[in-house]
C-alpha cells in the first residue's frame, strides 16, 4: 500500500509525468523500426498507378522486392567444403616475375585466399578442405573442422601441405564434398552446407575437366543439395563447366583474369561476406491474381531463382532460398490486365483473396484503395535458422487505380492522362531484358562456347545496338543505367575479342543471381549487389600486402596416398600431432558454449592464442609483416 501511494505521490509531479509518458512513446515508436530491421521484407511497385477503366494491359508489370535485414536476430553457423586444385598447373607462375618481385605460383595465391577464409569464418563455423588433382588426395585433406584456436591451426597445416601435381579431376572431389556434407551428424541439421571451389581449371590430356552430359545428369541431384561457388583462376580454365556447377546448385561463378590473379583472397573475400551473414533461409514468395477482376499472371522474370506460374496463370512462385544480410532482390511479375467499366470498378471495393500460404489479404474498407482495383495478393515465408519454424507473412496487396473517363466541356469524353512510369521498375525490366539477351544469344546459344570468339563479340554488340535503339524513348531516369549498361558490355565484348569467354560467364552468374562476383577482378563486382559485409572483407583482403600474396610453400610428403573418398573424419600430415575425434566425424577443436565467438570480419586476433592482426598464419607459427597495417 505504501509503494502504491508513493508511486501515485511521483507521478503526479508533473515533469516526472511528462517524462514517463516520453519514454513510454519512444518505445513504442521505435519497437515496428526494431523489428523490421530483423525480418525479410516484400514490397510491390506497379508500373503505373493506374490504369484507365476502359483499357486493357497485356503486359503490366509489377516489381516485386525481397530485403532481407541488415542486422538479423541471431547468426546462422555454416559448414563449407573448400574444394582446391592442386593439379600441375597451379605451379605455373601467377604472373611474370620482375626485378623486385620472385615468382609466385598459382597455388601460392590460393593457399594465401583459403587461409584468408580460414581467418574470417567464426569459431562456430566448420571448414573442410579437399584437395585434389588426378583424384581427392587424402593426405592433404581434411575432414569438418570447427574454427577455434585448434582447428584453426590444423586447417592452416593442411593448407602448408599442399603441393600440386598431376591432372585436374573436378567431378570426384565435387562428389567427396557432396559426401563431407551429407555425413554430418549431431548439430549439422542446424547449419548451412557451402561448396567453395578454387580451381585454375587447366584441361590435362584426357580432358577430364570438361562435363559430358551423362556426368551432368551423375552429378544434378547432388548440385540441388549445396550451393557451390566456384572460382576460375587465370584465363586458362573453362567457365562453362563452372558456371553449369554454379546455376544447378543456386551458387555464382567469379573469376580472376591474368592481369588481377593476385586479388584471389579479394574475390573470396566478396564470397565470405555473403556466406558468414546468412539472414535468411528458404525464403519464397507467392502471389495471386484477383480472378473476379480477370487478372492473369503470364510470367515471371525471376534471373536465375526457381518460379512457377499455376493454375492458368492465377498464382505464381519465386523461390529466393538463402538471403544474406542487407542483401535486395528483384523480380518482375508480367500480368495481363483486362478493361472494366465502372459498374466492375466499384464491385472490387472489399473482399478477401489468399495466397498459397494461406495468408489472407483483406482490403474492405481501405479508403485508399476505395476507387482502385486489386491485382494481386502477396504473401511470403522464410526461415531465420534451418530448423526453425517458417515465418508466414501477410504483405500489402497490389492495387493500381481505375481512373474513369473525363467529361470535358462539350460533353465527349477522354482518356484521363496517364503518369510517367515507374523509373525503378523501367531499370529492372531492361536488366532482365539485357541479362535475357545476353545469355540466350551468347551462352544458352553454346555460340561463345566456340572457338570463334570473335564472332561471339560481333554478335554481342549487334545485340547491345538493337536493345539500345528499342530502349532510347523510354524515359523514365534510364539514361544513367544505359550508360553504365553499356560500359559493362563494352567490356564484354572487348574480353570477347581478347579470347577470354570468362567475363561473359561470370556477368551472367551476378545478374541471374543478383549476387556480387569477380568479374576479372573483385574491383569490376557490381556495385548493386554488393552488400556491407562484403565490402568489409573485401577492403581487409586488400591490405593484405603484395609480398604476402606469395605464402612460403612447405614441401609436401612424399609418401602422398591417393583415396577414392575422403571421410568425414579427414586425413592428416604423418607424423602430426592426433586429432581429437568430435561426434560426426568431425575433427578440430570443439568451442564450448560459453566460449567468446569473435565477430565477422574480425581476424584471428580474438582466438586463443591472440595473434597479432599483423601477422600470417602458417604451419609454423606467425611471421610478422614487414609494413604496418592501416
Given at each position: 500500500m505504501e509503494i502504491f501511494q508513493v508511486t501515485t505521490m511521483i507521478l503526479q509531479h508533473p515533469l516526472l509525468t511528462y517524462f514517463f509518458s516520453a519514454l513510454l512513446l519512444t518505445q513504442l515508436l521505435t519497437a515496428p523500426i526494431a523489428a523490421a530491421e530483423t525480418t525479410v521484407k516484400v514490397s510491390t511497385t506497379p508500373i503505373f498507378p493506374e490504369i484507365p477503366q476502359g483499357q486493357a494491359r497485356k503486359d503490366f508489370q509489377v516489381l516485386v522486392r525481397v530485403e532481407a535485414p541488415a542486422r538479423p536476430e541471431a547468426r546462422i553457423p555454416i559448414d563449407v567444403v573448400a574444394v582446391l586444385d592442386v593439379s600441375g598447373s597451379m605451379n605455373n607462375p601467377a604472373a611474370a616475375p620482375t626485378e623486385r618481385t620472385r615468382t609466385t605460383s598459382r597455388l601460392d595465391l590460393l593457399k594465401t585466399a583459403a587461409k584468408f577464409m580460414v581467418a574470417k569464418l567464426e569459431d562456430g563455423d566448420r571448414l573442410s578442405i579437399v584437395a585434389f588433382s588426378d583424384r581427392p588426395v587424402r593426405e592433404l585433406s581434411s575432414g569438418l573442422l570447427y574454427m577455434t584456436a585448434d582447428g584453426r591451426r590444423n586447417a592452416i597445416r593442411s593448407l602448408d601441405q599442399l603441393e600440386a601435381r598431376g591432372g585436374t579431376a573436378l567431378v570426384p572431389a565435387f562428389e567427396e564434398a557432396v559426401k563431407v556434407l551429407d555425413g554430418r551428424q549431431g548439430d549439422g541439421g542446424d547449419r548451412l552446407g557451402f561448396i567453395v571451389l578454387l580451381t585454375d581449371g587447366a584441361e590435362d590430356a584426357s580432358g577430364s575437366f570438361t562435363l559430358s552430359e551423362r556426368r551432368r545428369e551423375v552429378i544434378r541431384g547432388a548440385l540441388r543439395k549445396y550451393p557451390v561457388h566456384a572460382f576460375g583462376l587465370g584465363t586458362a580454365h573453362g567457365p562453362e563447366v563452372l558456371l553449369y556447377l554454379a546455376q544447378e546448385s543456386r551458387g555464382t561463378y567469379s573469376f580472376v583474369d591474368g592481369d588481377n590473379v593476385g586479388e584471389v583472397a579479394g574475390a573470396l573475400a566478396v564470397c565470405l561476406g555473403g556466406l558468414t551473414t546468412v539472414a535468411a533461409v528458404d525464403t519464397r514468395v507467392v502471389l495471386r491474381a484477383d480472378e473476379l477482376n480477370g487478372v492473369r499472371v503470364d510470367r515471371v522474370d525471376s534471373g536465375g531463382h526457381d518460379s512457377s506460374v499455376s493454375c492458368g496463370g492465377t498464382s505464381c512462385e519465386v523461390s529466393v532460398g538463402v538471403l544474406y544480410a542487407g542483401?535486395?532482390?528483384?523480380?518482375?511479375?508480367?500480368?495481363?490486365?483486362?478493361?472494366?467499366?465502372?459498374?466492375?470498378?466499384?464491385?472490387?471495393?472489399?473482399?478477401?483473396?489468399?495466397?498459397?500460404?494461406?495468408?489472407?489479404?483483406?482490403?474492405?474498407?481501405?479508403?485508399?484503395?476505395?476507387?482502385?482495383?486489386?491485382?494481386?495478393?502477396?504473401?511470403?515465408?522464410?526461415?531465420?535458422?534451418?530448423?526453425?519454424?517458417?515465418?508466414?507473412?501477410?504483405?500489402?496487396?497490389?492495387?493500381?487505380?481505375?481512373?474513369?473517363?473525363?467529361?470535358?466541356?462539350?460533353?465527349?469524353?477522354?482518356?484521363?492522362?496517364?503518369?510517367?512510369?515507374?523509373?525503378?521498375?523501367?531499370?529492372?525490366?531492361?536488366?532482365?531484358?539485357?541479362?535475357?539477351?545476353?545469355?540466350?544469344?551468347?551462352?544458352?546459344?553454346?555460340?561463345?562456347?566456340?572457338?570463334?570468339?570473335?564472332?561471339?563479340?560481333?554478335?554481342?554488340?549487334?545485340?547491345?545496338?538493337?536493345?539500345?535503339?528499342?530502349?532510347?524513348?523510354?524515359?523514365?531516369?534510364?539514361?544513367?543505367?544505359?550508360?553504365?549498361?553499356?560500359?559493362?558490355?563494352?567490356?564484354?565484348?572487348?574480353?570477347?575479342?581478347?579470347?577470354?569467354?570468362?567475363?561473359?560467364?561470370?556477368?551472367?552468374?551476378?545478374?541471374?543471381?543478383?549476387?556480387?562476383?569477380?568479374?576479372?577482378?573483385?574491383?569490376?563486382?557490381?556495385?548493386?549487389?554488393?552488400?556491407?559485409?562484403?565490402?568489409?572483407?573485401?577492403?581487409e583482403a586488400r591490405k593484405l600486402p603484395r609480398w604476402q600474396q606469395a605464402a612460403t610453400t612447405t614441401a609436401a610428403p612424399t609418401n602422398v596416398q591417393y583415396a577414392g573418398c575422403v571421410g568425414g573424419g579427414g586425413g592428416g600430415r604423418r607424423g602430426a600431432a592426433p586429432r581429437r575425434r568430435l561426434p560426426g566425424g568431425v575433427a578440430g577443436g570443439h568451442r564450448p558454449r560459453d566460449a567468446p565467438r569473435h565477430l565477422p570480419g574480425r581476424g584471428l586476433c580474438e582466438q586463443a592464442d591472440a595473434m597479432p592482426l599483423g601477422r600470417v598464419p602458417t604451419s609454423e607459427g606467425l611471421r610478422t609483416r614487414s609494413t604496418p597495417v592501416d
Open positions: 542483401e535486395a532482390k528483384h523480380f518482375v511479375v508480367h500480368l495481363h490486365v483486362p478493361a472494366i467499366t465502372a459498374t466492375a470498378s466499384a464491385s472490387t471495393e472489399g473482399g478477401y483473396y489468399c495466397d498459397g500460404l494461406g495468408v489472407c489479404d483483406h482490403y474492405r474498407h481501405h479508403r485508399h484503395h476505395r476507387h482502385g482495383q486489386h491485382l494481386l495478393a502477396v504473401g511470403y515465408s522464410y526461415r531465420s535458422h534451418p530448423s526453425a519454424r517458417a515465418i508466414t507473412v501477410e504483405a500489402h496487396g497490389v492495387f493500381v487505380q481505375r481512373s474513369p473517363a473525363v467529361l470535358d466541356l462539350d460533353g465527349g469524353r477522354h482518356a484521363p492522362v496517364i503518369p510517367s512510369p515507374s523509373p525503378v521498375v523501367l531499370q529492372h525490366i531492361v536488366r532482365f531484358e539485357l541479362l535475357e539477351v545476353v545469355a540466350n544469344s551468347l551462352v544458352r546459344g553454346e555460340l561463345i562456347s566456340n572457338d570463334d570468339r570473335a564472332r561471339a563479340a560481333d554478335v554481342l554488340q549487334v545485340k547491345w545496338e538493337e536493345f539500345r535503339a528499342c530502349h532510347q524513348f523510354w524515359g523514365g531516369g534510364l539514361l544513367d543505367l544505359m550508360s553504365g549498361l553499356e560500359k559493362e558490355v563494352d567490356g564484354m565484348v572487348g574480353s570477347l575479342r581478347a579470347g577470354v569467354a570468362a567475363y561473359v560467364y561470370a556477368w551472367v552468374s551476378s545478374h541471374q543471381m543478383q549476387r556480387a562476383t569477380s568479374i576479372g577482378s573483385p574491383d569490376k563486382a557490381a556495385v548493386e549487389f554488393l552488400t556491407p559485409a562484403m565490402r568489409l572483407l573485401l577492403e
